[in-house]
């Protein structure tokens, strides 16, 4: 029996009347996740007339297209510029870094540290001391995945539902985190605290982050945590890389 061809990326699809999608894998991973958001940046970069929006998922870049363009012209550029580069091995634009304030006394620091096969110290320890990078937004306004950490933070969802993690929240599984933009029921597992408010409407810009955005957290106590509460970022700092 012949094995089944592999899938070869990027691959570009149409997604309704007005869309294409710009796959860079079939799940996710570091690389695919690279990629697609390098040529997110090219795509914005470059601004082509006639695509009105381009937003990136953990594998995928969507295109919203204005209808009135020459669409066959516009989806041949699109084309050329997918192919214009190996987007795997374009290095992906540094741009802004956030160090972001966390109390580590989260309900379930202990059982994931388990999971993971390291005590809380070395929990904390290695979070901290990792560069993640946000994956993509999603589920909630502005709330991002981050990742990727090492493979053995690759902890499974729990298997029931946690019925609240308050807004803030640091949670771990699938190695990724996410800061919680709201309260909310999860089935990850809540290891810190954070008083970053990933959305905010009175901020002149309410998303915090942007895909590619890099993220380190630095560890702070309960009360530390408490004092940044008024602070509208959370007492985190915003580094522009370039």
Same mark, same amino acid.
């Given at each position: %029996?012949?094995?089944?061809?592999?899938?070869?990326?990027?691959?570009?699809?149409?997604?309704?009347?007005?869309?294409?999608?710009?796959?860079?894998?079939?799940? %996710?991973?570091?690389?695919?996740? *690279?990629?697609?958001?390098?040529?997110?940046?090219?795509?914005?970069?470059?601004?082509?007339?006639?695509?009105?929006? *381009?937003?990136?998922?953990?594998?995928?870049?969507?295109?919203?297209?204005?209808?009135?363009?020459?669409?066959?012209?516009?989806?041949?550029?699109?084309?050329?510029?997918?192919?214009?580069?190996?987007?795997?091995?374009?290095?992906?634009?540094?741009?802004?870094?956030?160090?972001?304030?966390?109390?580590?006394?989260?309900?379930?620091?202990?059982?994931?540290?388990?999971?993971?096969?390291?005590?809380?110290?070395?929990?904390?320890?290695?979070?901290?001391?990792?560069?993640?990078?946000?994956?993509?937004?999603?589920?909630?306004?502005?709330?991002?995945?981050?990742?990727?950490?090492?493979?053995?933070?690759?902890?499974?969802? %729990?298997?029931?539902?946690?019925?609240?993690?308050?807004?803030? *929240?640091?949670?771990?599984?699938?190695?990724?985190?996410?800061?919680?933009?709201?309260?909310?029921?999860?089935?990850?597992?809540?290891?810190?605290?954070?008083?970053?408010?990933?959305?905010?409407?009175?901020?002149?810009?309410?998303?915090?982050?942007?895909?590619?955005?890099?993220?380190?957290?630095?560890?702070?106590?309960?009360?530390?945590?408490?004092?940044?509460?008024?602070?509208?970022?959370?007492? *985190?700092?915003?580094?522009?890389?370039?």
């Amino acid at each position: %029996m012949n094995e089944a061809t592999p899938e070869r990326f990027p691959k570009m699809s149409f997604v309704g009347i007005d869309g294409v999608l710009v796959r860079f894998g079939a799940k %996710m991973c570091d690389a695919a996740n *690279a990629a697609a958001l390098a040529f997110h940046q090219h795509i914005e970069k470059i601004a082509l007339v006639g695509v009105l929006e *381009a937003a990136p998922s953990l594998t995928a870049v969507f295109l919203r297209l204005d209808l009135d363009a020459d669409l066959e012209r516009l989806v041949h550029r699109i084309s050329k510029e997918v192919d214009a580069k190996n987007w795997f091995e374009d290095p992906l634009e540094k741009r802004r870094k956030w160090t972001i304030p966390c109390s580590f006394d989260g309900r379930q620091l202990t059982e994931a540290a388990q999971l993971a096969g390291v005590s809380d110290a070395q929990a904390v320890a290695q979070i901290t001391a990792t560069e993640v990078r946000v994956l993509t937004l999603g589920f909630a306004p502005g709330q991002p995945y981050l990742g990727s950490l090492d493979s053995h933070w690759d902890i499974p969802r %729990m298997d029931g539902i946690a019925p609240n993690v308050p807004a803030c *929240a640091l949670v771990v599984a699938v190695g990724q985190l996410i800061i919680f933009a709201n309260e909310a029921p999860t089935g990850w597992r809540h290891i810190g605290q954070t008083a970053f408010r990933c959305f905010d409407q009175s901020r002149a810009e309410p998303f915090a982050f942007q895909a590619g955005d890099l993220v380190q957290f630095q560890s702070a106590t309960p009360s530390e945590i408490e004092a940044l509460q008024s602070d509208r970022f959370g007492g *985190a700092k915003l580094e522009v890389l370039s």
